[in-house]
């Protein structure tokens, strides 16, 4: 409406009211009030929609945390009982302290590997089609490859299970049958499945690093692996701190492949956090401790992603990256 | 320090013949120069001797040592790259120090080098920047510093200096001729700017097509061009070659062209009968060109195509007979563009070619 007046205001009776402050308006002058309010009208439909899909769940969630929730009934206020039931919840202290041990194992791991095998990957001569090859696992759904897995490790007629056994690894239990190993078989899966991501991010960071840099340095009189810590990690870093930040996020909520393998057992050996918070919210339905739960798992991936990203984003690097966008 | 020997050495990518059948031959403490358009197999030869490329045959011989099969850490040779190729993430003194740190020197010498390789250079003040900081001029004088704080027996230059504006590289051109004469270690540079490497190098290799066309001095190289194309490539402005054919009438041989017919003196009259040649290029730099208003004996006539103030002098373009002919006269040379001139050959610096095989007559 400002716009259709602006151009029109030299043939608008200059007595009307509505006409008299668009003269004053200046096209230059793009910061002025109308013209704020303006936008955010324009804005609203995004605004609206946003709020609905994640501001208002987000505080139905501090609402339930703060809550007892009668389903069916009146939800009676309880303070911060929830949280404080939390304290002393071992389950939910064995949860964290599981949470930690899995997130840990598998981040290391898919580093680890995923980087290898990006640097046997890179400029190898079949290159695009092994990493095709690669990435084939990161494809399948979470559950089935939980349930492919589950198979493979089957006391009965799992492949691994008789390879492990012939190889005197594995005792008469299955691995997912022994509180020992349980956990290793389900981190073993998310291994499988997620270090091709790390293979492809670090994959795109090696062909981006300069190759005079690293020919410079093997002229300055080194081999290839100080050329490797010395030149393409130091390129790759910032692309391996965006996987390394996804995989810790994900490991935080993921448990897809964990419910359709053990559901958390046995005993407790694979109930990480999320796999509790989905058994107090949705099998015994205590929506309220749940919401408690979700709220404290939230809030540590929140402060953890960002301690990582000021841990490990330092300026030099970041300018690095910049001027290779150049 | 050693001499450099390079013995029938090809390099093909595939089918592709990047280099070939190349011998040559730097003494030591030499600043050869290798010279050449892109394409032309000088930095395909110069990253074999760097052992960055796979040599297809041939042996590279640096002192009595054979070099081919050496890593390039192992090879004891320092270069400096054409985008300097220094490590972002490290300052000066450790991207300076980066090859005495590899060798395991002590921390100290290492600080020692360094401040003196930067002093000399002149960037003893920038030590504790990061290369971002740094404006070209100062990048490439970091990425020399990195091989001059090592005492190998070879430097390679590939193209160091085509980056930076015209006037730091007429000042650096001085400059690395003084460190290479300093310094005295055998040096291999690579360019594709032939004023470079008339100006630093004791001898130039021309190479055109992965083909070492001619290697000599500067001066060799700039006033006995081998071929055409040397002499075309060599000197700027270029040299005009102007296709003529030639024919003898009584004891005169003249050549002929559209636009003129000139009569040649007893030296390149003697070569061009001898060599039995019809077809003729006759080559002739700009400077040996004169240009005048008034027609005298044997002078071309033509017009001026276009005029250009080069500073001290002035290329003036005539055309003659569908031809261009350059020539580098007086910069207050009155002439205009259309206006009439006649020209004339200075014969005591002028050249024939083959116009079928390009190689020189005379």
Do not use: W
């Given at each position: 409406m400002l716009i259709e007046a602006k151009t029109s205001f030299v043939t608008?009776?200059?007595?009307h009211d509505y006409a008299a402050r668009t003269?004053?308006?200046?096209?230059?002058?793009?910061?002025?009030a109308p013209r704020r309010r303006f936008h955010l009208y324009l804005m609203l439909p995004a605004i609206i929609t946003l709020a609905a899909i994640t501001i208002y769940p987000f505080f139905w969630l501090i609402y339930m945390s703060l809550h007892k929730i009668v389903i069916g009934g009146a939800d009676r206020w309880v303070g911060l009982k929830n949280y404080a039931g939390l304290l002393t919840d071992e389950k939910n202290i064995q949860g964290w302290l599981m949470l930690a041990k899995y997130s840990g194992l598998c981040l290391s791991f898919e580093i680890l590997v995923g980087v290898l095998l990006a640097v046997i990957l890179n400029?190898?001569?079949?290159e695009k089609v092994l990493v095709t090859l690669v990435l084939m696992p990161m494809m399948m759904s979470p559950v089935v490859a939980g349930l492919l897995w589950y198979y493979l490790y089957n006391?009965?007629?799992?492949w691994y299970h008789w390879l492990f056994q012939s190889l005197g690894l594995?005792?008469?239990?299955?691995i997912l049958a022994d509180y020992g190993s349980a956990l290793w078989g389900v981190v073993i899966v998310d291994i499988w499945q997620w270090t091709p991501l790390i293979t492809l991010i670090a994959l795109a960071g090696l062909k981006r690093v300069p190759r005079d840099q690293v020919e410079a340095h093997m002229v300055d009189g080194a081999g290839p692996i100080r050329n490797f810590f010395a030149i393409s990690l130091p390129n790759i870093y910032p692309f391996l701190l965006i996987g390394i930040l996804l995989r810790f996020m994900d490991n935080f909520r993921f448990i897809d492949h964990i419910l359709a393998m053990t559901g958390g057992g046995p005993g407790n050996s694979t109930r990480i956090l999320p796999v509790y918070l989905f058994d107090v919210s949705f099998?015994?339905?205590?929506l309220g401790r749940g919401a408690a739960i979700a709220f404290t798992l939230l809030a540590v991936t929140i402060i953890l992603g960002m301690i990582l990203v000021r841990v490990f984003e330092n300026p030099a690097q970041k300018k690095a990256l910049a001027n290779q966008k150049d | 320090m050693v001499a450099l020997k390079i013995e029938n050495v090809w390099k093909y990518y595939g089918d592709t013949v990047?280099?070939?059948?190349l011998n040559l031959e730097c003494d030591d403490g030499e600043f050869v120069c290798m010279l050449g358009?892109?394409?032309?197999g000088k930095s395909s030869t110069m990253r074999m001797l760097a052992g960055l490329e796979h040599i297809s045959s041939g042996d590279i011989l640096l002192g009595d040592r054979r070099?081919?099969?050496?890593?390039p850490k192992d090879r004891d040779i320092a270069m400096v790259f054409e985008n300097y190729?220094?490590?972002?993430?490290?300052?000066v003194a450790e991207n300076i120090g980066n090859p005495l740190r590899l060798a395991k020197v002590a921390k100290h010498e290492i600080r020692k080098r360094v401040q003196e390789a930067a002093d000399l250079l002149e960037?003893?003040?920038?030590?504790?920047?990061?290369?971002?900081?740094?404006s070209g001029g100062q990048k490439q004088r970091v990425a020399i510093g990195r091989v001059i704080v090592r005492q190998p027996q070879i430097y390679l230059f590939d193209?160091?200096?085509?980056?930076?504006d015209a006037k730091l590289r007429a000042r650096m051109r001085s400059e690395l001729k003084h460190l290479q004469q300093h310094l005295g270690v055998t040096t291999v540079y690579v360019t594709h700017d032939q004023l470079e490497a008339l100006s630093m190098a004791d001898r130039i290799a021309v190479m055109h097509e992965g083909v070492l066309q001619q290697f000599g001095t500067p001066a060799e190289i700039y006033?006995?061009?081998?071929?055409a194309w040397v002499a075309g490539f060599v000197g700027e402005p270029a040299m005009n070659l102007i296709a003529c054919s030639c024919a003898q009438e009584g004891n005169a041989v003249n050549l002929m062209h559209d636009g003129f017919k000139i009569t040649l003196d007893d030296r390149l009259a003697k070569a061009a009968l001898s060599s039995g040649e019809r077809d003729l290029r006759l080559g002739v730099r700009p400077e040996n060109v004169r240009l005048t208003a008034d027609p005298d004996d044997g002078m071309i006539a033509g017009t001026v195509f276009s005029r250009q103030l080069l500073g001290s002098d002035m290329l003036v373009d005539v055309l003659s007979g569908g031809d261009h002919i350059r020539v580098r006269t007086d910069?207050?040379?009155p002439f205009e563009a259309d206006e009439k001139c006649y020209v004339s050959f200075d014969f005591d610096h002028a050249h024939l070619f083959s116009a079928e095989t390009g190689i020189s007559i005379v």
């Open positions: 608008v009776d200059e007595d003269i004053d308006y200046e096209p230059e002058n793009r910061n002025t400029n190898s001569r079949f006391g009965t007629f799992g594995l005792g008469e239990t299955s099998q015994f339905f205590k | 990047a280099v070939r059948d358009p892109s394409g032309c070099i081919n099969d050496l890593a190729a220094l490590y972002p993430h490290k300052t960037i003893g003040h920038l030590l504790d920047r990061k290369p971002m900081e740094l193209e160091p200096i085509a980056h930076l006033s006995n061009p081998v071929n910069p207050k040379s």
